[in-house]
């Protein structure tokens, strides 16, 4: 048994403990695969990260990600979580106010502005409509009726999300999807425009999720989601940047995710807070 620095923090939250959390276990050398897995198990969580050195000398940390059931090249809350994990635990970057990260996707530029920090949303792995197959096997495990759907997408970064763009924030808050269990995997990210709310969100986004064989799980606030469906609806007309997308409303969370245009990328931005502080035997 080896003691490695943990941390747990919360990211994209409007307050405490109202975003997703994400663990983070520092100094990993020596961790085998099987070891994070494990670890990955237990914690619980959507994610939980490993740091490491880097491989790239342009990276100030490199970092591997795991579901529980499976190892991501690239996440959203967990990268902005262990970004701040890292400073937490004294790490040092190459630039004030800027670290870069190494992880399965390549290099993910990251800002920091005090307990706030930023990534540029990465290139999309599979854009491009959705066929029919899928968009009806989305609707059965959704269920929605495919005339409710205003507009569809692959806006895959690394876990798989199909994008579906609904009327309005009211109908995306009313999705009662099938819990159960389904043979394929499938990652769904269902968004509204949340026009003239008083709170300034834009977007509604909820992030539903089925792995293999396991009931379906919807994921507090999604870094990763929100930083496709920008990608996606900006190009498409439907949204200007700067904005704010809310998520967790459903669930009992209150997550805000700031989307904002600036040096030719979208950057995917929210509040970052340690909430536990320790150490992990492993």
């Not at 968004?191 to 009931?215: Q, W």
Request: glycine share 12%; with cysteine.
């Amino acid at each position: 048994m080896t003691t490695h620095p943990f941390r747990q923090v919360d990211v994209f939250g409007s307050g405490p403990f109202t975003g997703n959390p994400v663990a983070v276990v520092l100094d990993a050398d020596g961790l085998t695969d099987a070891d994070m897995a494990r670890i990955a198990r237990w914690t619980n969580l959507s994610e939980t990260t490993f740091v490491l050195p880097p491989t790239d000398p342009a990276a100030d940390y490199r970092v591997r990600i795991f579901t529980v059931a499976e190892e991501l090249p690239f996440a959203g809350h967990p990268t902005l979580g262990t970004a701040r994990a890292w400073l937490d635990a004294g790490g040092v970057p190459r630039d004030a106010g800027a670290l870069v990260q190494e992880c399965g996707v390549g290099l993910v530029p990251i800002r920091v502005d005090g307990d706030r920090f930023a990534f540029a949303a990465p290139a999309l792995r599979r854009s491009g409509p959705v066929s029919d197959a899928d968009l009806d096997e989305a609707c059965a495990r959704l269920r929605l009726r495919r005339d409710e759907i205003v507009d569809a997408a692959w806006v895959d970064n690394g876990p798989g999300w199909m994008g579906l763009l609904l009327a309005d924030a009211d109908r995306v808050l009313a999705v009662a999807p099938d819990a159960g269990a389904r043979s394929e995997r499938g990652f769904y990210g269902v968004a509204g425009p949340a026009a003239g709310r008083a709170d300034g969100v834009a977007l509604e986004v909820r992030a539903f999720m089925y792995d293999a064989g396991t009931p379906m799980a919807e994921d507090p606030v999604t870094g990763s989601l929100n930083a496709s469906l920008a990608q996606w609806l900006t190009a498409a007309g439907v949204l200007r940047a700067p904005y704010t997308a809310a998520q967790g409303t459903a669930i009992g969370r209150a997550g805000r995710i700031a989307v904002e245009a600036a040096d030719g990328e979208l950057w995917i931005g929210g509040a970052t807070e340690v909430a536990i502080s320790g150490t992990i035997e492993a």
